[in-house]
Each structure stands twice: as C-alpha cells, then as structure tokens.
C-alpha cells in the first residue's frame, strides 16, 4: 500500500531533550515536506527536499534541521527542543518538484514538549 | 508572497443539505494550482479535490465541486448531499507551477454536519 509513515504519533518530552520523528515514503517519491499545524495558523511548512541530499528552509525553520541520505527517508530533528514546538507535524510527499503533484500526507506527530 | 484566507472558521449543514466554503488567495502568478483538503478528527489530511488554474472548467468528485473564479481570486468548495462522514476541518490551499513550491493553507474551517 502507498503510503507515508511518521513515528512516532504522540510524544511528550521535555524542554532541550533531542528527538527525531522519522518519515518514510514508498512512492519512490522526488519531493518531501514537514509542515507544522497550530490551531488558527493552519499548515506551515518547516523544511523540504527536492530530491537526496537537497534540502531547503520552508517558512518556520527555526529550531529544527533535516536530513535526505536516502529517497524515502526524511527525518525532522529538533536538536534542543522548547515548549513554542509543541505543535502537530506532518510530513508529506509528492511524485515530482513540480506544482502539479498532490502532495500525500503522514497521518500526523503529536508532540507536546514539556 | 502568496496568501489563503478563510473567512469562516466554522460552517454548519443539515444531513443531505449543500453547503459552500469560501476561500480567496492573493497571488500575482498566472499559473498554479488549487486544493480542497479534509481533516477528519483522526487527523488525516486526505486530499478532497484540486483545481489547476489554467483550466478555465470547474473540478468536480462525485459530491465535491468547486466554483473557481480566477479573475476574483477565489475557490469555494461546494459539498452536496452533505453526510455524517463529512464533517471535519477543510483547508484551502495554493501551490505555484514551479519547482519546489510548497503548499500555502488557509487557516481551515471546520464543518458540523448534523442530523
């Protein structure tokens, strides 16, 4: 089954804590994404890659970093994680770069940070 | 840079009933694309319907069609024969035609579907 799979669904941890939610895809997908959702700001994007090894700041970067050594692995890491990334991520993926490619989403990382 | 805007954070529909959700964007690009998501409350984000702004012919999925006006810059979603399974937070959101474009969203509004 296609899919894009986030781990772990919930996290509760603790102020400066290092994490790492992993996001896989089976798609042999080009294009993946992390947003973060906040309630009344509805989707941001954190960071996104074109393809291995190519990555990009989206809107709302700070605090997190990411890595694409391989095609279907895209993982978010927060080195010192604080209480203002409490929020509810998701990672997407698409076919191609271009525009015209819906994007398939995780089904999503609760992580309240302590 | 481009903008969503979704004026009604909350809509309510009757079983069976139509309901519209508005949405407008600012953007000063003549080529890009538009998208209907749904968030059950299982937090999914499934993709409901999208629009590519070149076509001048509203999309439509079965109970889903959308009135795309590109002149006025808007987007609204009509859901017809509304259901109990319909009920969930709708974003609107825009994507350029180029390389690397993200997903801009509105800030959602969520929809009561009731008996």
């Known amino acids: 089954e296609a899919q894009v799979t986030q781990n772990p669904r919930y996290l509760i941890t603790v102020t400066g804590k290092k994490l790492t939610v992993t996001c896989s895809q089976n798609m042999n997908h080009e294009y993946m994404s992390w947003y973060r959702q906040d309630p009344g700001l509805g989707l941001r994007q954190i960071y996104y890659?074109?393809?291995?090894?190519?990555?990009d700041k989206g809107d709302v970067p700070e605090g997190y970093k990411v890595s694409r050594k391989e095609k279907r692995n895209f993982p978010l890491i927060l080195e010192s994680p604080s209480p203002n990334q409490t929020s509810l991520y998701f990672c997407?993926?698409?076919?191609?770069?271009?525009?015209?490619?819906?994007?398939?989403f995780g089904d999503g990382t609760r992580l309240s940070i302590l | 840079a481009q903008t969503v805007t979704q004026s009604q954070p909350e809509m309510s529909v009757q079983e069976a009933e139509t309901v519209t959700l508005s949405c407008t964007y600012d953007?000063?690009?003549?080529?890009?694309?538009l998208f209907w998501y749904k968030q059950p409350p299982s937090r999914q984000m499934i993709l409901v319907i999208r629009q590519e702004a070149y076509k001048q012919q509203n999309a439509t999925e079965n109970r889903f069609s959308v009135n795309f006006q590109k002149a006025a810059k808007s987007f609204s979603l009509k859901i017809s024969d509304s259901q109990l399974g319909d009920a969930a937070m709708y974003f609107c959101?825009?994507?350029?035609?180029?390389?690397?474009?993200?997903?801009?969203f509105g800030t959602g509004t969520r929809l009561q579907v009731t008996l």
């Open positions: 953007t000063s690009e003549s080529d890009y694309y």
């Open positions: 890659s074109m393809n291995v090894e190519v990555t």
């Open positions: 959101a825009y994507r350029s035609h180029g390389t690397a474009s993200k997903l801009t």
């Open positions: 997407a993926s698409s076919l191609g770069v271009r525009g015209n490619q819906p994007q398939h």
